[in-house]
């Protein structure tokens, strides 16, 4: 087989990810595909020997399934599914991509362009980046689609020092800054701060989201850290959120 097919570029971004993150992403797509009929989760004696994990990896992806909301675990009953969490389905707690999320949500989702170039960085990537005046960035510009209407403009910015290689090809590029961030920078991507502001359409966004000017959207901004607490990708995302709303899921403890 050619390794430049998509099967095999796809098997090989999934070999580098975490064995925590696969799992845990499993773990996801058993939980929407109502896997878990009774709505609990296995033992975890029993959860870990049928996905072939130790024990201490499936305890990681559980806590970080926890930690979003999507469960509930108790001492000496179970894990319990949080149905009404999972069923919102467009959390932003998770990180995945929007074409994922743009999919999990009932439509057919693609991508009308990706475009990559390197820019100045603009004040608000010096400010959170802490990028030097007159520093240039890579830039990753897409429009995503749902049943062919545009609905999601992302613009990714990556400091350069952070790729492993320094140019890229926008034919068969990952469509998720996560996997993105695995494949191509020194670390992957460990958590991210996700800034939501109201906004109108105006100007290009307008145009490129077809939408009247003056219609409200969901403007994005997300930092994206290292495990070491470095910010080194800064999103810029406009949403039409008549199609598209998020949750964000609040525990107390």
Request: net charge negative.
């Amino acid at each position: 087989m050619d390794d430049s097919s998509p099967l095999v570029s796809s098997l090989r971004r999934l070999e580098t990810r975490p064995l925590t993150a696969r799992t845990k992403e499993a773990l996801v797509d058993s939980i929407l595909n109502g896997v878990f009929v009774d709505g609990w989760l296995p033992a975890e004696n029993r959860l870990a020997e049928h996905m072939g994990v130790s024990r201490a990896t499936l305890r990681a992806a559980m806590r970080s399934l926890e930690e979003e909301g999507m469960v509930t675990r108790q001492r000496g009953v179970g894990t319990r599914i949080n149905a009404h969490v999972a069923g919102s389905r467009l959390s932003l707690n998770r990180a995945i991509g929007f074409y994922a999320l743009i999919q999990e949500a009932g439509f057919e989702p693609a991508v009308a362009f990706t475009h990559i170039a390197s820019v100045p960085a603009p004040p608000e990537a010096e400010d959170r980046l802490r990028c030097p005046p007159d520093s240039q960035l890579l830039s990753i510009e897409r429009l995503f689609l749902a049943d062919g209407n545009p609905v999601v403009h992302v613009v990714e910015m990556v400091v350069p020092d952070a790729l492993n290689a320094p140019a890229f090809d926008s034919v068969g590029l990952e469509l998720s800054i996560f996997e993105f961030a695995d494949r191509h920078c020194r670390s992957a991507i460990d958590h991210t701060v996700v800034e939501i502001i109201p906004i109108v359409a105006a100007g290009d966004i307008a145009e490129l989201l077809a939408v009247e000017a003056g219609e409200p959207l969901l403007r994005l901004v997300e930092t994206h850290y290292g495990p070491g607490g470095e910010a080194f990708i800064l999103s810029f995302i406009h949403v039409v959120d008549r199609d598209l709303r998020f949750t964000v899921v609040r525990r107390r403890w």
